[in-house]
C-alpha cells in the first residue's frame, strides 16, 4: 500500500503517468501547507496589528458607515476634532450593522489602523484554523484519489510501447 504523502523523487521504473500523477500529489502537499501558513500568517498579522493599537490606544466614539461580515466602514472623531475614515474599515466587523455607534480603539500614530473595542486577534484563530482545516481536508480527499488513480486495477505499471 502506498502512502497518501507522496515521495519527492520517483521509483526505478516509474512510468511517465505515474511521474505526473506524484508530481500531482506533491503540489497538492504543498498547496496545502501554503494554505494552513496564509491562515497562520493572518493570525499573526491580527496579532500584530493589537499589539501596533496597544502601544499608543486611543478610544473613540464611531459611527457605523456601513457594515459587512468581512467590512465595515466607520466614522469617528479624535479628541483633537480630528474626524477620520479609515480606508480599509475597522479590524473585527462582524455583528455591525449601518448607524450604529460603537467605541474603537486606534494607534495615535496611525488612525487608520482601527478596532472595535474589546476585540482582539483571538477573534481571527477560529476562522484562520477552520480554513487551513478544510485545506487539508480537501487534500486529504485529493491525495486519496490520486493514490487511487496511481494503483487502480488494470495498471499493470509497465510501460506498454506505442507503435507508429
Not at 511521474?19 to 501554503?34: F, K, S, T
Not at 499608543?56 to 466602514?73: D, H, I, K
Not at 479624535?78 to 467605541?103: A, F, H, N, Q
Amino acid at each position: 500500500m502506498q502512502p497518501l504523502i507522496p515521495h519527492l523523487y520517483g521509483e526505478p521504473g516509474e512510468t511517465r503517468s505515474e511521474r505526473i500523477i506524484r508530481r500531482v500529489r506533491i503540489g497538492v502537499v504543498i498547496a496545502a501547507c501554503l494554505v494552513t501558513l496564509q491562515s497562520a500568517l493572518l493570525v499573526l498579522g491580527a496579532w500584530r496589528n493589537d499589539r501596533q493599537i496597544e502601544r499608543n490606544m486611543g478610544v473613540a466614539a464611531a459611527e457605523v458607515l456601513s457594515a459587512g461580515p468581512r467590512r465595515s466602514t466607520i466614522e469617528f472623531v479624535t479628541p483633537d476634532r480630528v474626524t477620520y475614515r479609515p480606508e480599509l474599515g475597522v479590524l473585527y466587523p462582524s455583528e455591525l450593522d449601518t448607524g450604529m455607534r460603537i467605541y474603537v480603539e486606534y494607534d495615535k500614530n496611525d488612525p487608520d489602523l482601527v478596532r472595535v473595542r474589546n476585540r482582539n486577534a483571538s477573534l481571527a484563530i477560529i476562522p484562520a484554523g477552520s480554513i487551513a482545516v478544510v485545506g487539508w481536508l480537501v487534500a486529504g480527499a485529493a491525495l486519496t484519489l490520486l493514490a487511487f488513480l496511481q494503483r487502480r486495477p488494470g495498471r499493470s505499471g509497465v510501460a506498454v510501447p506505442v507503435s507508429p
